[in-house]
């Protein structure tokens, strides 16, 4: 008998029913930060430096295209001499890479070259290569001959080969040959750094941009076809462990989804460049991951805030797919992935079905098992809070990390704490292992029946989540119970809340019996709320919006005890007009 089997055998649950967050530990083993410690002390060594140096001339063999369209107020804050990204800026003249000054986020945003994208956006070649130089020669005078972090972390490398690669005509148009020739040899010497250390980066979308940057060097420079072969054999096994079955990446994050859909993409384009086909496995690994990305998109086609994720806007992501050049439908099922996709008569409601991911595998992961979002044609009405992974340079720290947890989702909160622990450091600790999961479809419509165990250990409940949306969009009927995880109960009652956080644009009117409220939506709709087992409460509430600012909203609070039996909470939501 296989382990699946015995355990369904032992605990009644079907096998392919149990989602378990495996590898528990919250980040590398001392084993393992001590090898990576090593590794970039190696970096500061003569023998490193060798193997950084070429035979090969210093020269493009072709460019690529970038297919991306870069964000214009970005781009437009370049030409008047400012490098500006979620609320932080600073001045072109005033850049100096050896003393930074500037936060992770907009260090990565410039250390990537990511800016050249927005800038060759908003204006021609001819004014935008004297601005992208000024920045480059900075960039070379502080890292191109001094190996560090963290101008040269892997994926970082990877992220610049990709931007050189595709915008050379910003950043090689200068007639100076000296910096020309710079440009190159700091070019081949990060493609050399690459070939060591793409693999040392974590599983996700920092391995996949690191291996991405070494098949881009050898698209592009000389003598690249040892180096073709071996990046081809790297990134296939980097989305092997990158990326599930069912197309959706490790980090759970959809935004992670999206950047990583985005660094295949460009890769692609090297390979057009060469008038070469992407190896077959980049291209069914594409067709997958927008497969599932469309999966975490409302009926307004952008995200789902998840995992740090903000409603990122729907006609940006209708032209990245369209740019990979992707046909196809919504996932409904990414088991693995962890989201359950229900649609009917133009009401889509997203579920969440599956453990956080693993620390070490993803910063700032959350807290949102068995939360839900859920749309009405353009409008999305219950939503999460989101954003902690892209929110504006303005928004306090505080706030930020409270959007990772469980209260800033619409799902159950048992006793005021987070279905999995998240650490003062920031790591997420001890909490949901395993969920189980059941659906079912019908004539009548889809259900979700999920549990997880985040909250057995401290309190004695598995926290279970019936959710049915009917075949034709206009009920949504739920139920939130607490059952006894073990029999040995604790005493005493336990305060619930399950909360169900508004879009800042659905007006709210509760009813006079507390039970109940009418909610509308900005075309008029009405949805009808009412709850059974608790009583409704309006609060305050907040949601990042795509750009990362906060914008002030209310949540519908069912508030209720359980006695050391369980407890359940059902609630409604009918569309009456």
Same mark, same amino acid.
């Given at each position: 008998?296989?382990? *699946?089997?015995?355990?369904?055998?032992?605990? !009644?649950?079907?096998?392919?029913?149990?989602?378990?967050?495996?590898?528990?530990?919250?980040?590398?083993?001392?084993?393992?930060? %001590?090898?990576?410690?090593?590794?970039?002390?190696?970096? &500061?060594?003569?023998?490193?430096?060798? #193997?950084?140096?070429?035979?090969?001339?210093?020269?493009?063999?072709?460019?690529?295209?970038?297919?991306?369209?870069?964000?214009?107020?970005?781009?437009?804050?370049?030409?008047?001499?400012?490098?500006?990204?979620?609320?932080?800026?600073?001045?072109?003249?005033?850049?100096?890479?050896?003393?930074?000054?500037?936060?992770?986020?907009?260090?990565?945003?410039? &250390?990537? /070259?990511?800016?050249?994208?927005?800038?060759?956006?908003?204006?021609?070649?001819?004014?935008?290569?004297? %601005?992208?130089?000024?920045?480059?020669?900075?960039?070379?005078?502080?890292?191109?001959?001094?190996?560090?972090?963290?101008?040269?972390?892997?994926?970082?490398?990877?992220?610049?080969?990709?931007?050189?690669?595709?915008?050379?005509?910003?950043?090689?148009?200068?007639?100076?040959?000296?910096?020309?020739?710079?440009?190159?040899?700091?070019?081949?010497?990060?493609?050399?750094?690459?070939?060591?250390?793409?693999?040392?980066?974590?599983?996700?979308?920092?391995?996949?941009?690191?291996?991405?940057?070494?098949?881009?060097?050898?698209?592009?420079?000389?003598?690249?076809?040892?180096?073709?072969?071996?990046?081809?054999?790297?990134?296939?096994?980097?989305?092997?462990?990158?990326?599930?079955?069912?197309?959706?990446?490790?980090?759970?994050?959809?935004?992670? &989804?999206?950047?990583? %859909?985005?660094?295949?993409?460009?890769?692609?384009?090297?390979?057009?460049?060469?008038?070469?086909?992407?190896?077959? /496995?980049?291209?069914?690994?594409?067709?997958?991951?927008?497969?599932?990305?469309?999966?975490?998109?409302?009926?307004?086609?952008?995200?789902?805030?998840?995992?740090?994720?903000?409603? %990122?806007?729907?006609?940006?992501?209708?032209?990245?797919?369209?740019?990979?050049?992707?046909?196809?439908?919504?996932?409904?099922?990414? #088991?693995?992935?962890?989201?359950?996709?229900?649609?009917?008569?133009?009401?889509? =409601?997203?579920?969440?079905?599956?453990?956080?991911?693993?620390?070490?595998?993803?910063?700032?992961?959350?807290?949102?098992?068995?939360?839900?979002?859920?749309?009405?044609?353009?409008? #999305?009405?219950?939503?999460?809070?989101?954003?902690?992974?892209?929110?504006?340079?303005?928004?306090?720290?505080?706030?930020?990390?409270?959007?990772?947890?469980?209260?800033?989702?619409?799902?159950?909160?048992?006793?005021?704490?987070?279905?999995?622990?998240?650490?003062?450091?920031?790591? =997420?600790?001890?909490?949901?292992?395993?969920?189980?999961?059941?659906?079912?479809?019908?004539?009548?419509?889809?259900?979700?029946?999920?549990?997880?165990?985040?909250?057995? #250990?401290?309190? !004695?409940?598995?926290?279970?989540?019936?959710?049915?949306?009917?075949?034709?969009?206009?009920?949504?009927?739920?139920?939130?119970?607490?059952?006894?995880?073990?029999?040995?109960?604790?005493?005493?009652?336990?305060?619930?809340?399950?909360?169900?956080?508004?879009?800042?644009?659905?007006?709210?009117?509760?009813?006079?019996?507390?039970?109940?409220?009418?909610?509308?939506?900005? *075309?008029?709709?009405?949805?009808?709320?009412?709850?059974?087992?608790?009583?409704?409460?309006?609060?305050?509430?907040?949601?990042?919006?795509?750009?990362?600012?906060?914008?002030?909203?209310? &949540?519908?609070?069912?508030?209720?005890?359980?006695?050391?039996?369980?407890?359940?909470?059902?609630? =409604?939501?009918?569309?009456?007009?």
């Amino acid at each position: 008998m296989s382990d *699946d089997a015995a355990d369904s055998a032992a605990d !009644g649950v079907e096998p392919g029913k149990r989602l378990v967050r495996t590898g528990g530990n919250n980040g590398l083993s001392l084993a393992d930060r %001590i090898a990576e410690r090593f590794h970039r002390l190696a970096w &500061q060594t003569p023998l490193h430096n060798m #193997r950084l140096k070429g035979r090969h001339p210093l020269k493009l063999i072709a460019v690529s295209e970038d297919p991306f369209f870069g964000d214009p107020a970005r781009g437009n804050a370049l030409l008047d001499g400012m490098v500006m990204f979620r609320g932080e800026e600073r001045s072109i003249a005033g850049l100096d890479f050896a003393r930074a000054d500037w936060s992770k986020p907009f260090a990565d945003y410039l &250390q990537s /070259f990511a800016w050249l994208r927005d800038l060759s956006s908003v204006t021609a070649r001819v004014t935008a290569a004297p %601005i992208a130089e000024a920045i480059m020669e900075r960039w070379l005078a502080a890292h191109a001959d001094k190996v560090s972090e963290p101008a040269w972390r892997a994926d970082l490398w990877g992220r610049r080969i990709l931007f050189w690669t595709a915008h050379a005509p910003l950043i090689l148009s200068a007639n100076d040959p000296v910096y020309r020739s710079s440009v190159l040899h700091a070019l081949a010497r990060g493609a050399r750094h690459l070939d060591r250390a793409a693999d040392r980066v974590p599983l996700g979308v920092p391995r996949i941009a690191a291996w991405c940057g070494v098949l881009a060097a050898g698209l592009m420079l000389p003598g690249g076809d040892p180096r073709r072969s071996f990046g081809e054999t790297g990134l296939k096994r980097a989305l092997d462990g990158s990326v599930f079955d069912d197309g959706g990446s490790v980090g759970r994050s959809p935004a992670g &989804q999206l950047d990583a %859909i985005q660094l295949l993409t460009m890769l692609c384009e090297s390979y057009s460049a060469r008038r070469l086909d992407p190896p077959a /496995f980049v291209q069914a690994a594409l067709a997958k991951m927008v497969t599932a990305l469309l999966g975490v998109c409302h009926g307004d086609k952008g995200l789902a805030s998840w995992q740090g994720s903000g409603p %990122i806007p729907g006609e940006t992501i209708e032209q990245f797919i369209e740019a990979t050049g992707v046909r196809t439908r919504p996932l409904k099922q990414a #088991r693995e992935w962890g989201y359950q996709r229900l649609a009917h008569g133009g009401t889509v =409601l997203i579920f969440d079905a599956a453990p956080p991911p693993l620390s070490r595998l993803v910063a700032g992961g959350c807290a949102s098992t068995l939360a839900f979002e859920m749309s009405d044609g353009k409008h #999305r009405i219950v939503v999460n809070c989101g954003g902690s992974g892209m929110t504006d340079a303005s928004v306090p720290a505080a706030l930020t990390e409270g959007l990772r947890t469980t209260a800033a989702h619409s799902t159950l909160v048992l006793a005021d704490s987070n279905s999995t622990a998240i650490h003062s450091d920031g790591t =997420l600790g001890r909490g949901v292992i395993e969920v189980e999961l059941a659906r079912t479809e019908s004539e009548n419509g889809s259900r979700v029946e999920a549990s997880h165990d985040g909250y057995a #250990r401290r309190f !004695g409940f598995l926290h279970r989540r019936v959710v049915a949306l009917a075949g034709d969009g206009r009920d949504i009927r739920g139920e939130d119970m607490l059952l006894p995880a073990d029999k040995r109960r604790k005493k005493g009652m336990t305060p619930l809340a399950v909360r169900f956080h508004l879009h800042p644009q659905v007006e709210i009117a509760p009813t006079a019996d507390g039970l109940a409220a009418i909610l509308r939506t900005p *075309d008029g709709h009405l949805w009808q709320f009412r709850c059974k087992g608790g009583r409704l409460a309006i609060e305050d509430s907040i949601w990042i919006d795509g750009a990362g600012k906060p914008i002030s909203s209310e &949540q519908l609070v069912v508030l209720a005890e359980s006695p050391p039996g369980g407890a359940n909470v059902s609630w =409604l939501f009918h569309r009456a007009k």
